[in-house]
């Protein structure tokens, strides 16, 4: 026997119909790359997403056709997020910082139909434009004064042409909230990137989990900046969440540096923020190194990969902005745990706190989490034990777009490739990638508490620990490191650094100081880089 | 084409496995019947709904069968919510409240197979036992030292003997999440009862929209008093709710007046409440005679009936309680609207957020709302006109349960019968159910506001307004008043209290002084019952 309540689909126009009639005069605020600060309405975003959505009919983009993005964070953006899912088609995010050649496979892959960019891609669009044989047309984000005097791209479309030539007037239709929505990339190490197909049905459950008050916890009394792209995984669905709790935006464009970020968040009185640690740690230099403070941001969410206790305490010790250390991926929309002291941990003295947010913290409602050992049985939730990371929800991937075979799914659970413990309260912990966990003598270590350690040293910059390999052990821990500029930091004194931190025999063998680390396309290390440069270093020496 | 994400449904069940591995050392605290304080956790909680699940198994209750409960706010009252739901029968809470013709009534509508109880309603129980003929089992919620020594019930159970009798293993059992949960019926001034049949997806759905940071911001660092009846629409969803978000419950039970509410806010912590206009007047009334404070009450949501602006500015300025005036319906699940005062708004200087405060709010996420004239064409959001509310919505009913014809909805919205405005900002204000409106010469004058202002004089402790026929305006306000003990009241000086209050052809015409104003089962007033006495009150002046 059904419940008798109206059959009315979760569907992502719902949201910004939502945030035009109660909260039509929201500010939304955009650093562009035309250089200026621009200012509109929730209000007018429905307004300019229904031009764009009949634009997009004009150009005969049918339900489900594919159309792409290669944008930093703006209004422009988020009125295509709402075009381009409202009228039914699919959003492609493309990440702009990937090879010429993977983002032509991808867009070529997804078979996408129209790409807009932002002017700062014109050279990569030029270059993937005729290699995509199913884009039909291109359109530069910006208006006719900036467009750009020649190109090599054949009939370039004008953003802002494009909108005052269509209606505003526009029916948002309604369909199945299974349809797909938008479409994401992952840039996996090995293989072919691997694309996450969303759903209106994944992306509303979605925001409703990821604003909840220990989540999230955004209102329409906040200012939100979000600092994670719009193409790593819908920037961690603050574009959705926002016009669900009316939230004002602040999209800061291409100029993610320290200064840059700590300007815009002044003036706008940005209240609350997330990103990637490699973006606070430019942020977070910039201001003690001029001795700024941070006036209105309240607390900010960081995940993307591990964030290490140093970067913790200094937010919350220095300037009283309040950490929430996340986990998620590609796969889980992205949003997984979240960690969030509660009030009783408020009796815990300071280092013990610090112990708790260095966890990944709980499952948001809707998300459930275990670990499982080498053969997929069940290990225990005691904080102690580490098993692969396995989940499962309405808004974890299934499968993968034009994926071949059966998918990546396990028993109904997605196996996040992440090795993690769970303790009795819930609080999950990642300790390594499983393909970057070191397996010394049959024990493995975890590689991101070597690395916070290394961080947590006053001279150095930026540290990774891959698994070398060893004549008796099998691999052992070696550590990267990147000093800070002007500071004097030895092996030794590094490795005596570890004493007391951490069990003896998961002290690193040795130290390799270089220039720089390699970072992904989505900020991440590219542990797999390292390997290949130094997997025989302690052979070497033995 | 679909999203790849996997097909999980939305599950009463998943509420209870979240609470209890994230928040499995939570706390449930119940005043009973039998005069205890029981304590207990949400893991406890679990084992005791499945060990329960297995009781209704072994009782043969399937599918979609319906287990019926008369009983207050306690922990086993929440144990039989998840059991009867999450095993996929249907959970219908009878309002004790109700005449026993009507309870008889209700249950035998219901179809009802087995009905918990709570000790205090023994009586009712016995009297309409022998006339449900579907019901094959009563159980007494109590343990065997409290069972009632000699009762008419022929073999009356013992709700822990039945637990203590079976296993809490149990694997909650997967189905559609369109699948109904709960039932509960609505108490019209005219005809018989109908029933409003929940799903399991508009539950869960209803629960994210009402935990938002601007519906009632519940955390896992609050204790959340429902004071709102289990019995009263699912008591606004703080059963559920309360898992989502792992709060900690403290469960009120039969004792509902001032003195023990504030017993138990000030002995539990307790941060968050909700419950209807009646309640908080018994408890601030016990406050202020007796000098008391609430030492951590932060927040209540005060719905059900329209909420007087003197008891917004008493909690508010005198106890530092910030009131959430909100607005919903049986057929909403409730919550359809809440009135959050927004960072803006603090400029405003006091009356003016109060007047904000005394709207219902803006819809959440999920509940469209318009207003409309008589003819159903849609009327401006200006915050003037006035029009039937109509609302729709995944959690908004479509039907009534074994309903007859085509239901209540037209054109896909459900017409609330309240009539209100809506302004440019989305805030919604109730001025009158459209059956108590007067129809003043044409004009329609709202009773809310009139009451409200009634209230608002030190003298009255309640007030309700009523159309009464007029000789040459068709009807014209009549207010009865309910005067304090031992203060003195005129008609003379009640009315001028209007003046400059209101547009002066909105003064009600008389007043009539009265013992008492009947309240209804759920606390609302009967304004039929006092037309009925009277309606040609000023017809024998003229």
Redo the contacts between chains.
């Keep these: ?8 689909p ?1 569907l992502i126009s ?2 910004l ?2 945030a035009e ?5 929201q500010e939304i605020v955009s650093r562009r790359v035309e250089g200026d600060l621009h200012r509109m309405t929730y209000r007018e975003l429905g307004q300019r997403a229904r031009r764009l959505a009949n634009a997009l009919a004009a150009h005969g983009i049918g ?2 056709e594919r159309v792409a993005t290669l944008a930093w964070n703006g209004h422009r953006h988020m009125e295509l997020y709402y075009a381009v899912s409202g009228s039914g088609a ?1 959003l492609h995010t493309v990440n702009p910082r990937l090879h010429a050649d993977q983002a032509a496979w991808i867009a070529e892959h997804a078979v996408d139909q129209i790409l807009f960019f932002d002017l700062s891609f014109l050279p990569l669009v030029e270059t993937i434009a005729p290699r995509v044989a199913s884009i039909k047309a291109f359109v530069a984000m910006t208006d006719r004064a900036h467009m750009p005097a020649s190109t090599t791209i054949p009939n370039l479309l004008c953003y802002e042409e494009l909108l005052e030539a269509h209606s505003p007037a526009f029916d948002w239709p309604e369909f ?1 909230e ?4 938008s479409l994401c990339y992952t840039s996996g190490t090995t293989g072919n990137p691997k694309g ?7 992306t509303v ?1 979605h925001a ?2 990821a ?4 989540a999230l ?5 906040d200012t939100v900046l979000p600092v994670v792209p719009m193409f790593h995984v819908n920037a961690w669905g603050i574009p959705y969440i926002a016009c ?3 939230a004002k935006l602040v999209f800061p464009g291409p100029r993610l540096d320290g200064p840059s970020l700590h300007e815009l968040f002044e003036a706008e009185g940005v209240t609350v923020s997330a990103g990637v640690p490699t973006v606070w740690q430019g942020l977070l230099a910039h201001v003690e190194a001029n001795g700024l403070k941070f006036s209105t941001m309240r607390r900010t969410v960081i995940g993307g990969s591990a964030c290490p206790p140093a970067m913790v305490q200094s937010f919350q010790e220095r300037h009283g902005v309040q950490v929430v250390h996340a986990w998620g991926m590609t796969e889980t ?1 992205p949003l997984g745990s979240v960690c ?1 002291l ?2 009783r941990h408020l009796e815990l003295d300071a280092s013990q706190r610090l112990a708790i947010q260095a966890k990944q913290g ?2 948001v ?2 998300v ?1 989490m275990k670990i499982v050992d080498a053969h997929g049985e069940r290990l225990p ?1 005691d904080g102690l034990v580490t098993g692969e990371l396995m989940v ?10 034009r ?1 071949e075979g059966a ?1 990546p ?1 396990v028993d ?1 659970w ?1 196996p996040t490739g992440d090795v993690s413990t769970i303790d ?3 609080f999950m912990q990642i300790s390594d990638r499983s393909k970057d966990v070191i397996k010394s003598g049959g024990e493995w270590i975890g590689s991101i508490d070597l690395e916070n350690i290394a961080v947590a040293h006053p001279a150095v910059a930026a540290a990774a620990c891959i698994a070398a390999r060893h004549p008796k052990w099998d691999e052992r821990p070696l550590l990267i490191v990147v000093k800070k500029p002007g500071h004097e930091l030895s092996r030794d004194e590094l490795l005596g650094f570890y004493e007391g931190k951490i069990a003896r025999w998961w002290t690193p063998d040795d130290v390799v100081f270089v220039d720089s680390i390699p970072l992904g396309g989505t900020g991440k290390v590219q542990k797999n880089v390292l390997r290949d440069a130094w997997r025989d270093h302690l052979l070497a020496q033995a």
């Design positions: 026997m059904n419940g008798l309540m109206m059959d009315r979760l719902s949201l119909t939502h009639s109660q909260h039509g005069d339900h489900g699919v199945d299974r349809s797909a929505s996450v197909l969303y759903s209106h049905r994944s459950l409703y989990a604003a909840l008050p220990d916890c955004y209102s329409g009394s669900m709790v009316g929309s969030r509660q009030t709980r499952a409602f809707g459930e939730n499962r929800g309405p808004w974890i991937a299934s499968g993968y777009y994926g998918g799914v109904g997605f009795a309260e819930g």
